[in-house]
T-cell receptor, first 114, second 111 residues
Framework: SAVISQKPSRDICQRGTSLTIQCQVDSQVTMMFWYRQQPGQSLTLIATANQGSEATYESGFVIDKFPISRPNLTFSTLTVSNMSPEDSSIYLC???????????FGPGTRLTVT | QKEVEQNSGPLSVPEGAIASLNCTYSDRGSQSFFWYRQYSGKSPELIMSIYSNGDKEDGRFTAQLNKASQYVSLLIRDSQPSDSATYLCASRSGGYQKVTFGTGTKLQVIP
């Protein structure tokens, strides 16, 4: 399976600021996704990161709040903009590798907004 | 809307017993099915995938799929306290489609 790394692993941010989370994979992947998981809750898909084009956002998530980039087949970023305490969550990058069907998750970024 | 349903639990089993985790899905077009294990504070880890009706075994884990009943299960034999985690069931309807996750079942293995 692909090795997925995320930076930062955790951060504490002030409300009104923005944080960019990076996801790096050690091999080319077909699909990359960004999820959010709030404490004690299940996974919520934010968007599908599309290589070279705009991300596809799920209902309730908008590009102005969660801009996403995917410049190539191994890297993506998620920015959480104008943060509020409600954005405190774990943000997870997830990928589907070339020629495989399984989806794997990165270690996550724990964000706390004060 | 595609849905994957799981009992949230907690499911408590004694150490050494068989834990049975169940899941149903609504999309008859689903082709791929996955079980993930998630320890508290960690990201989900893929433990099993299954694509055909019947059983698939991997060590102490057995995944079972019944497409006619739209039912997927995971059996954990000889349960250990280290198996205590939340287990997520997921399905996908085809290539380049997003995976639909259930809300997870919390398993507690009692020593």
């Amino acid at each position: 399976s692909a090795v997925i790394s995320q930076k930062p692993s955790r951060d504490i941010c002030q409300r009104g600021t923005s944080l960019t989370i990076q996801c790096q994979v050690d091999s080319q992947v077909t699909m990359m996704f960004w999820y959010r998981q709030q404490p004690g809750q299940s996974l919520t898909l934010i968007a599908t990161a599309n290589q070279g084009s705009e991300a596809t956002y799920e209902s309730g998530f908008v590009i102005d709040k969660f801009p996403i980039s995917r410049p190539n087949l191994t890297f993506s970023t998620l920015t959480v903009s104008n943060m509020s305490p409600e954005d405190s969550s774990i943000y997870l990058c997830s990928v589907v590798g070339l020629g495989v069907d399984e989806q794997y998750f990165g270690p996550g970024t724990r964000l706390t907004v004060t | 809307q595609k849905e994957v349903e799981q009992n949230s639990g907690p499911l408590s089993v004694p150490e050494g017993a068989i834990a049975s985790l169940n899941c149903t899905y609504s999309d008859r077009g689903s082709q791929s099915f996955f079980w993930y294990r998630q320890y508290s504070g960690k990201s989900p880890e893929l433990i099993m995938s299954i694509y055909s009706n019947g059983d698939k075994e991997d060590g102490r884990f057995t995944a079972q799929l019944n497409k006619a009943s739209q039912y997927v299960s995971l059996l954990i034999r000889d349960s250990q306290p280290s198996d205590s985690a939340t287990y997520l069931c997921a399905s996908r309807s085809g290539g380049y489609q997003k995976v639909t996750f259930g809300t997870g079942t919390k398993l507690q293995v009692i020593p």
